[in-house]
Nanobody
Framework: QVQLVESGGGLVQAGGSLRLSCAASGRTFGTYAMGWFRQAPGKEREFVAAINWDGSRTYYTDSVRGRFIISRDNAKNTNTVFLQMNSLKPEDTAVYYC???????????????????????WGQGTQVTVSS
């Protein structure tokens, strides 16, 4: 079993920045493609960003492209992924979840990164609140 733990959420004013982290632990057998999703009250969970297993490709939803940056640290097979969020807006307020795809070490087709159904492991989420 793999556990994902997010951290770094909080309250920030519009225009500010936050950096989310997600660390994988447990029975990890390789490096996973990972993604960030978010869910606001009363709305469905939506894709934010993703990164493939070796960090060579990244994917963003249009509303965050140019403001958010996803990256990862694969040193020592740590499977740690980050989401740097800049120029935050009140509409970015949500619970942010990280997720991992299985099996590890696979180059998935681009179109499959955007659906929550393609991810197997999920974290508990971290709250991000942006005040106006």
């Amino acid at each position: 079993q793999v556990q994902l733990v997010e951290s770094g959420g909080g309250l920030v004013q519009a225009g500010g920045s936050l950096r989310l982290s997600c660390a994988a632990s447990g029975r990890t057998f390789g490096t996973y493609a990972m993604g960030w999703f978010r869910q606001a009250p009363g709305k469905e969970r939506e894709f934010v960003a993703a990164i493939n297993w070796d960090g060579s490709r990244t994917y963003y939803t249009d509303s965050v492209r140019g403001r958010f940056i996803i990256s990862r640290d694969n040193a020592k097979n740590t499977n740690t992924v980050f989401l740097q969020m800049n120029s935050l807006k009140p509409e970015d307020t949500a619970v942010y979840y990280c997720a991992a795809r299985v099996p590890p070490g696979v180059y998935y087709s681009t179109s499959t990164y955007y659906s929550p159904a393609e991810y197997y492991y999920w974290g508990q989420g971290t709250q991000v609140t942006v005040s106006s």
